[in-house]
């Protein structure tokens, strides 16, 4: 599909996106290509996508697209090549404030696990420090921004066992970290994640046989792991939708043995913890 679109919630209405210089559109820097598995992020003022390939099978790419809605055509999408790093497909967004961080990602037959930064306000790139701990073979499945580092999540299958691996990097002076992995309850490829403001949760997945419905958190403050209750948890999934309203998580979607899910959950995250409850397996559409 080589089209976009913005909502706008106050007015319910959609307006569709500028053809010129658009990479979903036939005019645009992408010419007929389209864009998949690539990476985006809202700077506040921008859209900034980064990576993936093409619907062509070319890619992938590490052409940046920055796409601005109060800008008039042709200048709502300019694009930067000028990253240090290759592209990869799927690589992991965090944006600090005055910078686009991505990590991790993968190309054919083995994830990347390099990253670089991207400041909009002088259009430039800087390369990040890479850490051996993350390899060819390890799959890096949750990247968030805690204020102020980058907290990356990863899990490795050796010999039937997944090995989970943390690390945190200080942008500040390009270093990384270890984070505690004790009591980290099992975390598992296609799981959903949302950052609360203090913790990271993470909820369902694929361990590869099966999918679950566990959820766990991780507090970086205390650098410590709980593994929390899934009693009324939605349905077992992997690929689902995680939000945080400001006071609980809501699980939306998601596929169970390649068949899609319109379900959900939400669960309140207080001093109680607690599962909302399954949500109505329906939507209502205006």
């Given at each position: 599909?080589?089209?976009?679109?913005?909502?706008?919630?106050?007015?319910?209405?959609?307006?569709?996106?500028?053809i010129n210089d658009d990479p979903y559109c036939s005019c645009g820097?992408?010419?007929?290509?389209?864009?998949?598995?690539?990476?985006?992020?809202?700077?506040?003022?921008?859209?900034?996508?980064?990576?993936?390939?093409?619907?062509?099978?070319?890619?992938?790419?590490?052409?940046?697209?920055?796409?601005?809605?109060?800008?008039?055509?042709?200048?709502?999408?300019?694009?930067?090549?000028?990253?240090?790093?290759?592209?990869?497909?799927?690589?992991?967004?965090?944006?600090?404030?005055?910078?686009?961080?991505?990590?991790?990602?993968?190309?054919?037959?083995?994830f990347v696990n390099n990253g670089a930064r991207y400041k909009p306000?002088?259009?430039?790139?800087?390369?990040?420090?890479?850490?051996?701990?993350?390899?060819?073979?390890?799959?890096?499945?949750?990247?968030?921004?805690?204020?102020?580092?980058?907290?990356?999540?990863?899990?490795?299958?050796?010999?039937?066992?997944?090995?989970?691996?943390?690390?945190?990097?200080?942008?500040?002076?390009?270093?990384?970290?270890?984070?505690?992995?004790?009591?980290?309850?099992?975390?598992?490829?296609?799981?959903?994640?949302?950052?609360?403001?203090?913790?990271?949760?993470?909820?369902?997945?694929?361990?590869?046989?099966?999918?679950?419905?566990?959820?766990?958190?991780?507090?970086?403050?205390?650098?410590?792991?709980?593994?929390?209750?899934?009693?009324?948890?939605?349905?077992?999934?992997?690929?689902?939708?995680?939000?945080?309203?400001?006071?609980?998580?809501?699980?939306?979607?998601?596929?169970?043995?390649?068949?899609?899910?319109?379900?959900?959950?939400?669960?309140?995250?207080?001093?109680?913890?607690?599962?909302?409850?399954?949500?109505?397996?329906?939507?209502?559409?205006?």
């Amino acid at each position: 599909v080589l089209d976009g679109a913005r909502y706008n919630p106050t007015t319910d209405t959609w307006t569709g996106s500028y053809i010129n210089d658009d990479p979903y559109c036939s005019c645009g820097p992408v010419k007929r290509s389209g864009k998949l598995d690539f990476s985006s992020i809202w700077t506040g003022t921008e859209m900034l996508i980064w990576g993936g390939g093409d619907i062509r099978g070319q890619g992938p790419t590490n052409t940046l697209y920055r796409y601005s809605p109060t800008n008039s055509a042709p200048n709502i999408w300019k694009e930067n090549s000028s990253c240090p790093i290759d592209g990869k497909y799927n690589p992991n967004p965090v944006w600090t404030g005055t910078e686009m961080i991505v990590w991790g990602g993968f190309i054919v037959g083995r994830f990347v696990n390099n990253g670089a930064r991207y400041k909009p306000a002088t259009d430039t790139w800087d390369t990040i420090a890479t850490n051996p701990a993350f390899d060819s073979l390890t799959h890096v499945l949750a990247v968030f921004w805690t204020g102020n580092r980058m907290i990356a999540i990863g899990s490795k299958l050796l010999n039937g066992t997944y090995t989970h691996i943390g690390r945190k990097y200080n942008p500040a002076n390009n270093t990384w970290e270890a984070i505690s992995m004790a009591n980290a309850p099992a975390i598992y490829a296609d799981c959903a994640c949302t950052w609360t403001g203090t913790e990271l949760l993470i909820f369902g997945g694929s361990n590869g046989s099966a999918f679950v419905n566990t959820t766990a958190s991780y507090n970086p403050q205390a650098n410590t792991w709980t593994t929390l209750t899934n009693t009324n948890a939605p349905t077992p999934r992997g690929d689902a939708n995680a939000i945080w309203t400001g006071n609980m998580m809501v699980i939306w979607s998601g596929k169970n043995n390649n068949q899609p899910l319109n379900s959900g959950g939400r669960y309140v995250f207080a001093n109680q913890r607690k599962i909302g409850g399954e949500i109505p397996n329906l939507i209502t559409k205006k």
